[in-house]
């Protein structure tokens, strides 16, 4: 089935679908009402939930207006419950409000037309990626309040980096996923790890690194003469690691690795320095690791959480999503 089509049967739709729905069913002060979807609603249920004759009913959420900064923190994950949905043929990037969704009788879906498809095969990775951004959802780990003020100067620093073109940003562009782990999450004296996690692309292993490598004679896209390694800010390596990453983009032989290499070691060492910094009794230490996606182990998957930044906003406070006039 193709974008533009008529829905002749539920069975042929998909989990990401986007469908010419207008209307959905919702409670306003109590009396049953109708909520206007006038650029549609996704399907969030899972394909075998959606094809299966025994299930009546369909969960979906509205597509909401988005301009390229939200649509850029939803896509890194800093809006998890803004549901973004890739580029598809014509159709540009969309986003789905998740905070909206409902659950619709699949009577209703026929006869619409399906506005965008983002995949065909259940188990292609775009599927396995939005099934997965769907479940984080309703599955993000509740760190206590106490230790929010531990994140206090990485939130500020990663939200004023939100849907701008500064370094630091870029940086944050990518990395692949940040996860924190902790020895104990129920009492003080919590030992945090950030985990930043890099593609493999961007960072060799340090056993493949240059061992006679040296600052003074390495190429380094972006370097200012007499530049010193020791004496660079967070910002400053964070400029240098664009400029390379950037030029790894469109020309990979002209990057040393190494050095790529070297510069995200500063940046993780100036990332804990300078804005993981404990606060109170409730963490004793925060350390940032530095590790590829190849390497970053299941076992410490397990031992780990994601870390939306939305989630570094406690339940005292206004979310990230206050940002853009999208408050709960």
């Not at 049953?32 to 369909?58: F, M, N, Y």
């Not at 994950?77 to 998740?98: E, F, M």
């Not at 056993?207 to 190429?219: I, K, S």
């Not at 910094?277 to 004793?284: I, L």
Request: glycine share 6%; proline share 5%; hydrophobic share 40%.
């Amino acid at each position: 089935m193709l974008a533009g089509e008529a829905i002749v049967s539920v069975g042929q739709l998909r989990q990401g679908d986007v469908v010419a729905l207008e209307w959905l069913p919702v409670l306003a002060d109590g009396t049953p009402d109708r909520r206007a979807t006038p650029s549609g609603v996704v399907i969030l249920s899972q394909t075998c939930d959606v094809v299966q004759d025994s299930k009546q009913l369909c969960l979906v959420a509205p597509i909401v207006p988005a301009d390229a900064a939200m649509l850029s923190a939803a896509r890194k994950g800093q809006l998890p419950l803004r549901l973004y949905l890739p580029p598809a043929g014509s159709i540009p990037a969309q986003l789905a409000d998740v905070e909206q969704m409902a659950s619709v009788p699949k009577s209703m879906l026929p006869d619409r037309l399906l506005i965008s498809r983002r995949t065909t095969m259940e188990q292609s990775e775009v599927a396995r990626n939005l099934a997965d951004r769907i479940g984080r959802v309703f599955t993000r780990f509740p760190f206590p309040d106490e230790v929010y003020p531990t994140f206090q100067k990485f939130r500020k620093k990663a939200q004023s980096a939100v849907g701008g073109a500064g370094a630091f940003g870029s940086v944050l562009d990518h990395v692949e996923e940040i996860r924190v782990g902790a020895d104990q999450w129920t009492k003080n004296g919590r030992r945090l790890t950030l985990h930043v996690i890099i593609p493999s692309r961007y960072l060799i292993n340090a056993e493949d690194a240059d061992p006679g490598w040296d600052w003074a004679a390495a190429q380094v896209h972006g370097r200012r003469k007499n530049e010193r390694r020791e004496s660079l800010t967070l910002d400053r390596i964070s400029e240098l690691l664009a400029a390379n990453l950037a030029a790894w983009g469109t020309n990979p032989e002209s990057v040393d690795m190494t050095t790529v290499l070297r510069l995200w070691e500063d940046w993780c060492a100036q990332l804990q320095s300078s804005v993981l910094s404990p606060v109170g009794d409730a963490v004793s230490t925060f350390e940032a690791n530095l590790v590829s996606d190849t390497d970053f182990s299941y076992a410490a998957w397990r031992a780990s959480e994601s870390l939306d930044l939305e989630v570094l906003s406690d339940s005292r406070s206004s979310s990230l999503l206050g940002l853009y006039g999208m408050g709960h």
